[in-house]
């Protein structure tokens, strides 16, 4: 790396969605700038700089005899269950003169690839000792290539053996201990690590993302929900309607576009959340396209208004990162109470009989001669338009009315939990007998309390 090729301007170049492909080798020794342009992503490489992977029980009896430094592994596994493998490769793969890596744990988007046996070491050839008393990493804390895919979805990858992809590696002949002779797929493999570090795989693309009423609710007959019924994307909803979500994804793999399956293990989620997830639901693949596949998913919305929003977050390793936020409006349901209100007044007396405006019965001293219900609706209408501008109920929202006393006729309680003020008060008709009591004053007279 030359003098002008900064660790500082290789960090940019990712940033700036620039994919890497970095080899080292323990045949030269490691440029102080690499090993600090690595130590930045929390890669550790041996200090001395020019250590090898040693294996005495996996090495190519061939090429390694005596040194045990060419290292004869099977093909990477798969990281986890629900993790797609990307570097299957059909054979045994060679890692003659390997540089050691040890990758610290407080990076998310670090992600070995291949890691050495448990039997293998780093040491430092040059030294003359016999033993390796304190070696740098042993077993599975080495490893032999990683990757780190940033949040921008650029991709670095580390191969600690330079010399794995060279023509003499690609179609060689190897024989581990106790193994019969077979041909390496390092040439499968640098096809496989080659073609996910720049993009040709695990390259995600979203398509269309629709959401739209999947039908009229019972109590929503308005035009409104009958119009958004055939509509796509809507921005407002209301409380409690059935919605149907639709995401289309696709997978770029070498030369074309295909139908995006994830791993049987894992599910593609959906989020319907304000602060915090209200729903997290699988999202099932329904249907499929030439290069798509369709993912779908219905639920009902809360009995809450706010502004919502549907959420794909979907990040998975050696996969690019995908996050499809579309927003939504779920307005208030004090439509819901008013039109409850007006029906409750266009019945009473006030109007019918009495001939009065609504206005005026709504005021005293009118409005203590409408019936009870209306009385109860007119204030659970008050506190519904309050609770749109109260900062207390901004996120929590206004009681529900499909459940609201108001709507069925109850006198309701204190606005959040506990009992009403008035719970413990006995209610009175005023014919109960008087209590007749005596007391003695501080003067010293007897009076009578009733």
Known sequence: MGPSLTPNLLLQFINNNGNILLTLSAESPVPSAISSLLLELDIHLPPDRTSLVTDH?????????????????????????????????????????????????????????????ETAYSFNPKEEAETVEEPFAVGSQITLVSAIQARNSARFTILGSAEALENAWFDANVKA?????????????????????????????????????????ESGSSNDSAAQLDSLNPKIYRIKNDVTFNIELS?????????????????????????????????????????????????????QHGIFAFRVNYKRPFLTNIDVKPGLTMPSSCKDIRAALADCLQSSDCIIIQRNQPNDCLRPPLLETLPTRCQQLKKGYGDCKRGMIDMRKRFRGNQPIAVSKELEGEKPGQLYAGAGFASGVKATSGDEDLKVETVVGVDGERRVVR
């Not at 996996?58 to 592994?73: C, F, G, P, Q």
């Not at 390496?184 to 390259?203: D, P």
């Not at 997830?277 to 099932?284: A, E, G, N, T, V």
Request: aromatic residues 10%.
């Open 57 to 117: 029980f996996n090495y190519d009896t061939i090429s390694a005899s005596e040194k045990h430094d060419v290292l004869v592994l099977p093909q990477p596994s798969s990281l986890r269950k629900d993790v797609k493998n990307f570097f299957d490769v059909n054979g045994v793969i060679a890692f003659p003169r390997a540089v050691a890596q040890e990758l610290g744990a407080s990076s998310s988007l670090l992600t070995p690839i291949i890691r050495a046996p």
């Open 251 to 303: 997978e770029y793999l070498f030369d074309h576009v295909a139908p995006f399956a994830p791993s049987l293990e894992d599910a593609v989620q959906l989020e319907f959340n304000m602060l915090s997830p209200f729903h997290r639901l699988d999202l099932q693949p329904v249907s499929k396209t030439v290069n798509s596949t369709i993912f779908s998913t219905n639920f009902r919305l809360p009995d």
């Open 177 to 217: 201990q106790g193994a019969r002779e077979l041909r390496s797929s390092n040439r499968e493999f640098a096809k496989c690590l080659s073609a996910w570090t720049f993009m040709e795989t695990g390259v995600l693309k979203v398509g269309r993302v629709e959401h739209h009423l999947s039908s009229v609710p």
